[in-house]
């Protein structure tokens, strides 16, 4: 059985993480060629995967100027490069996984999934928690009728202050049009898992949500532009740059800065680059925390709540049926049903998160079943396909557009068979 050759389009971080199933499974998936227009990052992923020179692209129109080099492409650029790329893969017979979201273009979105249907690709998006053994367990403990019949959901994302001020102030997704809506960016993950445990359409949403304290007023007194540049509140201050991308063991988010591990690069870096920045004076516009209410069919309700100003990053919920409830923490790892009358109460605890990377084990699940939906295509259906995945962004552009213009939105204004779409910024 041959392998399913892919060329990774975008070698960020997300990229390489899911490319990294190649190297636990060679015999099931081989990194045959990637274009990324930063050298560096070019150069990282030909030497992890042995890619042959002239199968290294400075740019996606360099690949696709060619012939097809694999079956498969996965695209992992940022928001507002997906639907290009993944039109012109689409149109020249590759299959494609998309990082989620699909774009920052609700008719983009629907454009991309009837690409897929015309040229009969597999079309898979990067909703990694559909596929942690957690939210799958809350799945068939739901579809078993453990709680009875669904009746409302609370679902939290617990960004976590640390996590926003990396990501959504000094980061890349700190500006809606530079990247997309935070409704959209960080928590389209979400809503994907509450569309997919009400198991039927949303009918209409109402948002309300506002960036509060990461603003130039919130500012201490006398903090400058760049906390390197000698910040009175240095020994107090969580969000102190240096504090967090200068320690040894600074992780991801230390490698975020530059592509230099080295103490001295990333000193520079922090010295006039965004890591550097004061949180509270960078340019960022996406909110701090929102809560959303949705109405499903079947009388089904849902209320999401997203917030910066948590301890941990972490998601939490609460299911509520006709016969039970079922309240569940991630972080934790951990699912607790109660049913009515009965003071019967189980918990079950999940001993193997996945082992499998990150969101809770679902990332390279996620390219698992990526890999068996192109194997067998047309007899095997992915989890996360555009058409199961568009529905929940319908919700993140409805949630948007109610917290935009203060009023109740009704899915109904998204017209679902519209089939072209050109614009382009």
Same mark, same amino acid.
């Given at each position: ?14 990229g390489m993480i899911y490319t990294g199933y190649a190297l636990s499974k060679p015999h099931e998936l081989q990194i045959v ?14 030497? +992890? ?86 939210? +799958? ?90 906390c390197l540049d000698g910040c009175p509140v240095e020994d107090s201050c969580v969000y102190y740059a240096p504090d967090i ?98 003071? +019967? ?45 568009? +529905? ?34």
């Open positions: 059985m041959k392998p399913i050759t892919v060329t990774l389009i975008g070698a960020g971080m997300r060629a990637v274009a990324d227009p930063d050298a560096q990052k070019r150069q990282l992923c030909q030497e +992890q995967y042995g890619i042959a020179d002239n199968r290294c692209y400075e740019s996606w129109d360099d690949l696709f100027a060619g012939p097809r080099v694999s079956d498969a492409v996965f695209i992992c650029t940022q928001d507002r490069d997906h639907y290009e790329p993944t039109m012109k893969a689409l149109s020249a017979g590759y299959h494609v996984l998309l990082e989620k979201p699909m774009s920052p273009h609700w008719e983009q979105c629907l454009a991309m999934g009837q690409q897929a249907e015309q040229h009969d690709r597999v079309f898979t998006i990067c909703h990694v928690l559909r596929y942690s053994p957690f939210f +799958q367990t809350i799945k068939q403990l739901l579809d078993a009728g453990r709680i009875g019949r669904l009746m409302s959901i609370q679902h939290n994302e617990n960004v976590g202050y640390w996590h926003q001020a990396h990501s959504y102030v000094r980061g890349k997704w700190r500006r809606t049009d530079e990247s997309s809506p935070m409704i959209l960016a960080k928590s389209c993950h979400d809503l994907d898992i509450i569309q997919w445990l009400a198991g039927t359409p949303c009918v209409s949403v109402s948002s309300y949500g506002h960036l509060s304290h990461f603003r130039p007023e919130e500012a201490p007194p006398g903090a400058p532009q760049f991308y200068l320690k040894p063991d600074g992780g991801w988010k230390a490698a975020s800065v530059c592509a230099d591990p080295s103490y001295e690069a990333r000193y520079a870096a922090l010295k006039k680059g965004p890591y550097g920045r004061c949180v509270y004076h960078c340019d960022n516009d996406v909110v701090d925390h929102q809560v959303v209410s949705l109405s499903f069919e079947q009388d089904i309700t849902a209320v999401f709540t997203m917030s910066a100003f948590t301890n941990d990053s972490s998601r939490t919920l609460k299911l509520m049926g006709t016969r039970g409830e079922l309240r569940a923490s991630m972080d934790r790892n951990e699912i607790e049903i109660t049913l009515f009358g009965t003071g +019967q109460r189980e918990t079950i605890t999940l001993t193997d998160p996945g082992g499998h990377v990150g969101h809770g084990g679902g990332d390279l699940r996620l390219v698992r079943d990526f890999v068996q939906a192109v194997r067998h295509h047309g007899s095997y259906n992915s989890a996360t396909s555009a058409k199961a995945s568009v +529905q929940s962004h319908l919700m993140a552009f409805a949630a948007e557009r109610s917290r935009l213009e203060q009023r109740m939105v009704p899915l109904s204004e998204f017209d679902q068979e519209r089939v072209t779409y050109t614009k382009e910024d």
